[in-house]
Each structure stands twice: as C-alpha cells, then as structure tokens.
C-alpha cells in the first residue's frame, strides 16, 4: 500500500458544520516551539486530555494541535450520537458487572459534556431524545435480542416495538422490530465540538491547520514535525484515533475505515407529515454495516452508512449508496436529493478494543474509537492523563478492551475485503 497520509485530508466538507455561521480558525503553527505537553488531535479525546492535563498540572505548558479547524475534523463528521450505555456490538449480558462499571463511567462522562456546553454559552442543539435499534432481518433480530438481553440484565429501561409501532414513530416500513431505550442524547456534532473547545484554558495554546507529519523520539522527550514548525515536548498525547499508526503507533492494531453520510435539506410540512409521530429521532442499525438514521429538529433526513477502506470513495458512489439507502427505508417519499454529504475516518480495531496507555516513555494513546468516540472518547482522554500523572484509574483494557493484533499488508486489506464481502452477503437485507 502506498504511504498514507499522516492526518485526514477530506475532499468533502462536513455538512453539520457547514449549517453552523461561520467560525475563524486559531492560527497554525509558523515556528519552532518547546512545551511540557503536546497533544496531537483537538477532538473529544485531545480536548478532553487537554482540560485534564491543565488541571492536574496547571503550571504545565500545553499545546494542542488539530490537522483541521475545530467542527471540520472527524468529531463534527460523525452522526450525532451521545451515548450513556454501551454500543450494541459492545453490550455483553454475559459480563453485566463489566458492563455496569462501563455505564456508570460514560453516563458521569456525559454529565460532564453537558455541563461544559451549559457553561460555554454555545447554542447547541443537544436533546436527550434516546435512540432506536430496529431489525430488518433475522441476522438483524439475533443482534437485537442479544441488546435486549444486555438491557435486561443490567437493569435499564426500554421498550419493545413491532413492526407497526416503529412505523407510527418514525414512518418506515423497513424493519421487522425494535428497542427503544432513552439513554442517548442527540447533537449537533459540530456545534457541541465547536463549544467544547471553546472551554480550553488560556494557557493551552490552540493551533489548527497544523498536521502532525513525523515524530522522533530524543533525549527527554519528543519532537514533532508540522508543516511550518518543530514542537518539542516532554509528554506527548496522540488523540488522532487512526492516524496515530501513520506515526508509528499502532500499526498492527488499527486501520482507518470510512463511512458517508448524507443530509437532506429542510423538508416541506407534508413531506414530514410521513415521517410519523416523533419529531426528532435517531436510530442505530443491528448490523455493522446497517445505517445510522437521524430526524433532526430542524426537519432534515441524515443517513450514515457504507464503508470504504484506507481511502475516500468517490462522490458518484457515496451520493447514490446513500440515497439508495434512505429511499429503502422511505420509499413513500418523493426524490430526496442531499444538501450536504461527506465522509469521515473511524479508527477501527479487530476485536472493537482500543489501543490506549504509555507505548513509549511520555508517549500516551488513546486510539481505536470503533465509532464510539463521543462519549466514550472523552471518558478515554480524561483516564488517560490521569494515568500519565500516577493517579488510580480504572482498568480500560479490561472494561473496554484491548487491540488485537492485525497481519500486516496487503493481508489486512485482503483480509478486510473477504470478510466486508462475507457480511454484506450475510447482513444484505439489513443495508
């Protein structure tokens, strides 16, 4: 395979922060600078280890690098979805103290998210709607009483739904059944991304449009090479999920897969008029590789789905797997054309563990999101700093899980097409 990139380079701009007015950039980098603490990657996990650092070491001088602007990057690309409980490829009945501790840790997490956007003054819409998982197939409805079990085990609440009562809901025909569980909170990515930053101490120096592009390790700690400038750091945190392994950490354990999303433009009264009872809705699919469904407030269609491996799929193919998809899900809808498409990079592991913790003397990880990079990604950077600074911290590795090892090139990638093939055939009804 060729080199990749170092950071993400997306040719299509993010359609959540391109509804948002519009925001300038803090400067990039143009010289050669020395800190205590670099963290490369401004998203959920970098700015959440950055507010750590700073207060657990407020004489510390930071920097906090984005290869991005904040709301452009990958933590206002994905599809909005704040979770207090596990995901459902997460969710174990057969480890329900595991999955307890798990919950109890992002649910606190979350408080924490929502009292920092309260407090930035940031209009952000962010609602505690909950979330639907609806099953289309059998394969779909095996994954879906294995969530149910998980529910049920751990004691929280939700409610089942046929076939009729998601369509009174949501106004499709597509699934066969569904859980409803009020534990999730819906948001403008961009704009809580966007507000979040917003709460970064004065001292951390914020630069964007500044790409990690080598790092070295030297005496004493490391030094890392951007376009216009050398940082030199004694500690230095990756938060950049994927593109960590581009700079040498975690190759073996991670690949960066893409995923697409559409938005369509404000729908007419009549058109949502078929979109059932509730106004503002998401839905997560039981198969990996179903798609994710949003009602947003303002009217608009999202879906998020199809993947692509290392690189960026063409428009022509992302636009027509998209519209292909919500027009199966609503085909009593006229055409439904999208305002805003684009892609975004998930640091994807093989056994869904992450790559987390000090590789290197002063070099710490938080990496392998597997799509749950919201919540569960700032819990991550917060642990951690904790870490770095000797606290007590819970057991991420055995909560969470860790990387498992992935053969080399051009295996993975044939790897990754067989078994991409083989669950597509599998799941086919549930695309």
């Known amino acids: ?19 948002l007015p519009a925001r300038a950039a803090r400067p990039a980098l143009e010289k050669d600078i ?9 998203g959920w996990t970098g700015i959440s280890a950055a507010k750590r650092w700073h207060s657990l070491s407020p004489e510390a001088g930071i920097a906090l690098i984005d290869a991005s602007e904040i709301g452009e990057g990958n933590p206002g ?29 992002t649910a606190s997490t979350m408080a924490e998210i929502l009292a920092e956007i309260d407090a930035s003054g940031h209009e952000v819409d962010i609602t505690k709607t909950g979330t639907y998982r609806a099953a289309a197939s059998e394969i779909g409805l095996k994954s879906l009483q294995n969530y149910r079990a998980f529910l049920e085990a751990a004691d929280l609440e939700y409610e089942s739904l046929d076939a009729t009562a998601l369509r009174s809901r949501i106004g499709s025909d597509f699934y066969q059944e569904g859980l409803y569980s009020p534990d999730c ?78 938005l369509t433009p404000v729908l007419k009264k009549s058109v949502l008029d078929e979109l059932g009872s509730d106004e503002t809705w998401g839905l997560l699919p039981t198969h990996r590789l179903g798609s994710t469904l949003r009602r947003t407030t303002d009217g608009r269609l999202m879906v998020r789905s199809m993947h692509s491996y290392e690189r960026e799929a063409h428009r022509e193919k992302i636009i027509g797997g998209l519209q292909h998809r919500l027009k199966k899900r609503f085909p009593q809808l006229p055409s439904l054309d999208f305002e805003h498409y684009w892609g975004g990079a998930v640091g994807f592991t093989f056994n869904g563990g992450a790559v987390w913790g000090e590789f290197e003397p002063g070099l710490y990880v938080s990496a392998g999101c597997n799509g749950g990079g919201t919540v569960k990604g700032t819990l991550l950077g917060k642990l951690l700093v904790e870490a770095a600074h000797g606290m007590k911290v819970p057991n991420v590795p ?13 295996y993975r990638k044939v790897g990754y097409k067989i078994a991409a093939s083989v669950e597509s055939h599998l799941g086919r009804h549930e695309l």
């Open 77 to 105: 690309r994905n599809s909005g979805f704040l979770l207090q409980i596990a995901l459902g490829e997460d969710a174990n009945p057969d480890q329900i103290d595991k999955m307890n501790l798990c919950n109890s840790l």
């Open 34 to 42: 020395s800190v205590d603490v670099l963290i490369i990657g401004a």
């Open 398 to 410: 055995k909560l969470f899980g860790r990387a498992s090892w992935m053969p080399p090139e051009p």
């Open 185 to 262: 909170y819906l948001a403008q990515p961009a704009a809580a991304i966007r507000a979040l930053a917003s709460l970064l101490p004065e001292s951390v120096q914020l630069f964007e449009n500044t790409a990690a592009l080598k790092l070295t390790q030297q005496s004493g700690g490391w030094q890392v090479q951007t376009p216009n400038g050398v940082i030199t750091a004694r500690k230095l945190v990756l938060a950049n999920n994927a593109f960590s392994k581009e700079l040498g950490i975690g190759r073996s354990r991670l690949v960066a897969m893409h995923t697409y999303a559409g």
């Open 1 to 19: 395979m060729p080199d990749q990139k170092t950071f993400p380079d997306y040719k299509l701009k993010s359609g959540w922060n391109a509804l």
